[in-house]
């Protein structure tokens, strides 16, 4: 499974933003998929995730009711759309799948910048 992000830019503080993911290679054994989230000099953090089947959706406190993740399994795409934007969600983000047997896939991020 190889994942390729896009959608990162610079906003201001209030804005929006929709994140993208698109996978391919052995789509159909990926089981999981999710956002996660690196800021300068923090580990890196879950900031949402989605199952393929049910659609289950799992979120950060911190973003909860300002993001939405979402899934087109016809083009093999995740979203994260983000609105309200904080300076403190200024970080490069990253898409991950579960697939298979206990292998994981990266992409290789997307910068979000949010200034006040």
């Known amino acids: 499974v190889e994942l390729v992000e896009s959608g990162g830019n610079s906003v201001q503080a209030g804005g929006s933003l929709r994140l993208s993911c698109a996978a391919s290679?052995?789509?159909?054994?990926?089981?999981?998929m999710g956002w996660y989230r690196q800021a300068p000099g923090k580990p890196r953090e879950l900031v949402a995730d989605?199952?393929?089947?049910?659609?289950?959706?799992k979120y950060a406190d911190s973003v909860k009711d300002r993001f939405t993740i979402s899934r087109d399994n016809a083009k093999n795409t995740m979203y994260l759309q983000m609105n309200s934007l904080k300076v403190e969600d200024t970080a490069v983000y990253y898409c991950?799948?579960?697939w298979g047997y206990g292998n994981v896939a990266w992409g290789q991020g997307t910068q979000v910048t949010v200034s006040s």
């Open positions: 290679g052995s789509t159909f054994s990926i089981y999981v």
């Open positions: 991950n799948a579960h």
């Open positions: 989605i199952t393929t089947g049910a659609s289950i959706t």
